[in-house]
């Protein structure tokens, strides 16, 4: 493989032996760009990751900056493997997380020291080829395979998934801000699982080898290092990751750590309001005022949430006086709720303490006995990641209609205490009769 500051392509294929497979590495568009000129026979994109193996000349790309340099090769016969500190704990992530919004994907992996670091290199290739392999199957299989939703089969998921969380009450770790930690921990309660709300690193391994979902809310930026670690452990145990990017868009501080927490590791689920969503997408439609959305909001609201899934590599779910849920593929629309929940601080945060729950309720759900386990060296999570998501904003939006329509219900003050008892009493019947679903 050829770097930039290498010779010219041409000059290599005159040098080399006709039908000798020449690459170059590319940090950016215009290196693609002008390796699809040089007709060249593959590129290596990177460094994904930050890496000792060698001194780097060009910014660290980052999983999520590979999709668009992948997009540019399409049409081409060009292949493409990620290089620059990948390593079996991150493999999945960086194939995973590096699909295009178009569905191209990685062709393979460079890897240079947990090979020949290793005791036994051999073992350690065999074990980066299992999890290579084993993730082009999966999807490949996955993209020649749609999954069909209904209404009824998602309302029937959901309750479902209410069932098994009263049954099972999941963990859900929740790093979440000062601001809404005790009301988290009820409303988790409420629903049947179990909180914890740590937050200090050495806890992290630990915490996620216990059955459940793992909630990310950065409203307040105290512990950075314990989220980073918390998303790794549970992408390596599958279990959920939910991301709220509270106030994504306020400061330049919270984008930046928005964007490394997202390299780091793989979102099961991103849930934010209209601003926060648009921020994340780097789009201008829709401007937040801290951790406040304002304006009339997206003009094609589908459109954007498929897109932003697609992106993202995960469930999308975009909350406001309607809200979205999308798997980049299947669009779903809800309308339940009621405007008191404007009206209390953290309503959105408690929307993404019940997502994480009902994203627990899928995990478990998929680990069952009886069900298919699937290629478990292909995926960063198990179970239904979209009903999970439906779930939770439903089990919310569904109980604020309950607790809005109580007699002793005056206005915010006793709004909430009255939310969190219409979330313990929420009974299947009544999420049936009163969800109204749309699925586009």
């Known amino acids: 493989m050829l770097g930039q500051t290498d010779m010219p392509v041409h000059v290599a294929k005159t040098l080399l032996p006709v039908g000798t497979v020449i690459g170059v590495s590319c940090n950016d568009p215009d ?4 390796a699809i000129e040089d007709e060249v026979d593959y590129i290596g994109i990177g460094a994904v990751w930050s890496t000792t193996t060698k001194k780097l000349d060009s910014p660290v790309v980052g999983v999520r900056g590979v999709g668009s340099l992948l997009q540019a090769l399409d049409g081409t016969n060009i292949k493409a493997v990620a290089i620059g500190g990948i390593n079996s704990t991150n493999a999945l992530r960086t194939l995973h997380g590096s699909v295009s919004i178009s569905g191209h994907r990685l062709d393979g992996i460079a890897v240079v020291s947990d090979i020949v ?6 073992s350690a290739a065999q074990r980066l080829r299992n999890i290579l392999d084993a993730w082009i199957h999966h999807f490949d299989v996955q993209s020649r395979v749609t999954q069909v939703y209904d ?6 998921g959901v309750v479902e998934l209410m069932r098994l969380i009263r049954d099972k ?3 859900i770790h929740q790093i979440t801000n000062v601001v809404v930690t005790n009301q988290s921990a009820n409303a988790t309660l ?3 699982a179990s909180p914890i709300m740590a937050t200090a690193s050495e806890e992290m391994h630990d915490l996620s080898r216990i059955p459940g979902g793992l909630l990310i809310n950065f409203g307040t930026i105290t512990n950075k290092g314990g989220m980073i670690l918390a998303g ?3 992408n390596e145990a599958q279990k959920p990751v939910v991301f709220d990017p509270v106030g994504v868009g306020a400061t330049q501080f919270r984008k930046t750590t928005a964007s490394e927490l997202l390299n780091a590791w793989q979102a099961s689920v991103i849930k934010g309001n209209a601003g926060e969503m648009a921020s994340l997408a780097n789009s201008n439609e829709v401007q937040a005022k801290g951790v406040d959305s304002v304006g009339s909001g997206f003009a094609d609201p589908a459109s954007f949430i498929r897109e932003i899934a697609k992106k993202e590599r995960c469930v999308a779910v975009m909350t406001g006086p309607t809200d979205w849920v999308s798997d980049g593929v299947t669009v779903v629309k809800l309308e339940n709720g009621n405007k008191m929940l404007g009206d209390i601080t953290g309503s959105g945060c408690l929307v993404g303490t019940c997502v994480a729950t ?3 309720g899928a995990s478990l759900m998929a680990a069952a006995p009886g069900t298919s386990p699937g290629p478990e060296l292909a995926k960063l999570v198990r179970g239904n990641m979209l009903i999970g998501a439906v779930g939770g904003v439903l089990a919310l939006t569904v109980a604020a209609e309950c607790a809005a329509e109580r007699s002793d219900v005056h206005g915010s003050g006793t709004f909430l205490p ?3 008892d219409e979330l313990y009493n929420l009974k299947p019947e009544t999420l049936l009769s009163r969800a109204k679903v749309q699925v586009l």
């Open 31 to 34: 290196h693609v760009k002008k």
């Open 117 to 122: 670091a290793s005791s036994a290199p051999r």
């Open 151 to 156: 209404v009824g089969t998602i309302k029937n």
């Open 169 to 171: 009450s999941p963990l």
């Open 190 to 192: 409420a629903l049947g």
């Open 232 to 234: 790794q452990y549970a």
């Open 358 to 360: 009902f994203c627990a």
């Open 418 to 420: 009255a939310l969190i």
